[in-house]
């Protein structure tokens, strides 16, 4: 824990050495709880990437809407329409469906990110993905694995292409908070996971579930885990929402419920360590601050956080949200965390 803790002070310095992690090309941000900072996690993460393909796999397309406010609109490609023809049989599929982030957000020129977008229709993907596997299971012969396996790797070879298309070498995947549908599918698309835990009880509930939801044989990702199918590993766990200590000379201190989270969110990652990229605990934890003002001024102007200035406001229905002075702080951890990744 003190390893941890120390590290945060160090990285908010500046001077925190890399981890010695393994790197993978895609990873799925995921935890099965809602708002506990998944897309604004992709968002800045892509952005700190550059050369990658972000791809939104919730219905709430919270992360199209961060790369292009008019995304309803516009009728492009989604993700959904991307994944149908997987399900249904004699629908074409669709290719180049991934677009240019610097076609619609400014604040990435030059840096080569593309967008798979998603719509409200990922709602009834679930039920649809459970027909189409009950009617494959019901296929006699040969052709049963194969067919199961297309269904389970629909987003897998999607992203294949697209990123071959697109020319990128990185790819961040965000979930909506269920695991059934287009999550399920993600999990079989990535190499890792990043999973973001809230300084809540029910976020490290979920953090619980999303381990059982792994390793349980009765699960839904395990029930249908085709033979010889991967068990994507988890790289890191970021407990958003942090705070630390504000009294005289204890900035090193998280605060006392930082503190108790960091210390539970721990105690599970040293239990279920097989589930992770390497076999220390203490490669797998980091703390991103709460962004408070930060997080209201980015998400409005559709803005990295890495890009917004000490200062830097924003009035919306009347209300004022203004960047908040700990912003290098978290810029600091958002770079550190990419460093973890690629
Ligand atoms: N450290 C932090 N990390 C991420 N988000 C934070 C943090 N601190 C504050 N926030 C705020 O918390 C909210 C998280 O929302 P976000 O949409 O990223 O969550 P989510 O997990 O994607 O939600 P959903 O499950 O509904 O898709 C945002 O308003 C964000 O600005
Ligand atoms: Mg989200």
């Not at 999607?158 to 298309?165: L, P, T």
Request: hydrophobic share 40%; glycine share 6%; proline share 4%.
């Amino acid at each position: 824990m003190d390893t941890i803790i120390n590290r945060q002070y160090d990285i908010a310095a500046g001077i925190a050495a890399p981890l010695e992690l393994p790197r993978f090309s895609t990873y799925t941000i995921c935890n099965l709880r809602g708002g506990i900072g998944k897309t604004s996690l992709a968002f800045n993460l892509a952005y700190l990437a550059g050369d990658v393909l972000a791809v939104d796999t919730c219905p709430q397309c919270n992360l199209s809407c961060f790369f292009d406010n008019n995304y309803v609109g516009n009728n492009g490609i989604t993700a959904y329409d991307m994944l149908i023809p997987y399900f249904v049989p004699g629908l074409g599929k669709t290719i180049r469906g991934a677009r240019s982030a610097e076609a619609t957000n400014k604040f990435f020129d030059g840096h080569r990110a593309y967008f798979i977008q998603s719509d409200s229709r990922l709602y009834v993907l679930p039920s649809q993905i459970t027909t189409a596997l009950m009617q494959a299971r019901a296929t006699l012969g040969e052709q049963q694995a194969a067919i199961i396996d297309s269904m389970l790797y629909s987003l897998r070879d999607i992203i294949s292409n697209e990123m071959r298309e697109s020319g990128t070498t990185k790819c961040i995947i965000d979930t909506s908070p269920f695991f059934s549908g287009a999550t399920h599918l993600a999990w079989h698309a990535c190499d890792a996971m990043i999973v973001p835990v809230r300084t809540d009880q029910q976020s490290v509930n979920s953090l619980s579930l999303l381990l059982r939801t792994l390793s349980d044989s009765h699960s839904e990702f395990r029930k249908m885990l085709p033979t010889g199918g991967h068990t994507p590993k988890i790289q890191m766990v970021v407990l958003t929402h942090g705070a630390w200590s504000t009294s005289a000379g204890a900035r090193n201190k998280p605060s006392r419920q930082t503190r108790i989270y960091l210390e539970k969110v721990f105690d599970i990652i040293r239990q279920n360590i097989t589930h992770f990229t390497t076999h220390d605990p203490e490669n797998h934890l980091m703390v991103l601050d709460d962004f408070l003002g930060t997080g209201r001024v980015s998400s409005v102007k559709s803005k990295p956080i890495m890009l917004l200035k000490k200062g830097e406001s924003i009035t919306e229905n009347r209300v004022k949200s203004i960047v908040n002075d700990a912003v290098e702080k978290v810029q600091a951890q958002l770079s550190y965390i990419h460093s973890c990744l690629w």
